[in-house]
């Protein structure tokens, strides 16, 4: 399976995104799907994660409700939708699947296939 992240870019403050990661080679519905992030000068850290069939979703504290994952196994994409940036969201942004675990895994060490990830950067 190969994931390919896209939709990342350059926003002001205050503004969204909504990035997406499609999943090739296998069938999306057979994954827990997550988002993880890596800012310049941090470790690679959680931001929300999905069940096989989006019915069950967790995300990280820093979020607050201005983040939303979703997935359409129709058409094995998982989104992330990002509103009210700030700077502190500057970073690149991976999707990454797990086939074995269980819903609600946080750590990356769980999830086997990456995507190259997507840079957001956010201007004050």
């Known amino acids: 399976v190969q994931l390919q992240a896209f939709g990342g870019g350059l926003v002001q403050a205050g503004g969204f995104l909504r990035l997406s990661c499609v999943v090739s080679g296998d069938a999306m519905r057979n994954y827990i799907m997550g988002w993880f992030r890596q800012a310049p000068g941090k470790e690679r850290e959680f931001i929300a994660t999905?069940?096989?069939?989006?019915?069950?979703?967790s995300y990280a504290d820093f979020v607050k409700g201005r983040f939303t994952i979703s997935r359409d196994n129709a058409k094995n994409t998982i989104y992330l939708q990002m509103n009210t940036l700030g700077p502190e969201d500057t970073a690149v942004y991976y999707c990454?699947?797990?086939?074995?675990?269980?819903?609600?895994?946080?750590?990356?060490?769980?999830?086997?296939?990456w995507g190259q990830g997507t840079q957001v950067t956010v201007s004050s």
């Open positions: 999905s069940s096989r069939g989006g019915g069950s979703t």
């Open positions: 990454a699947a797990d086939r074995f675990g269980r819903t609600g895994t946080t750590t990356e060490e769980a999830y086997r296939t």
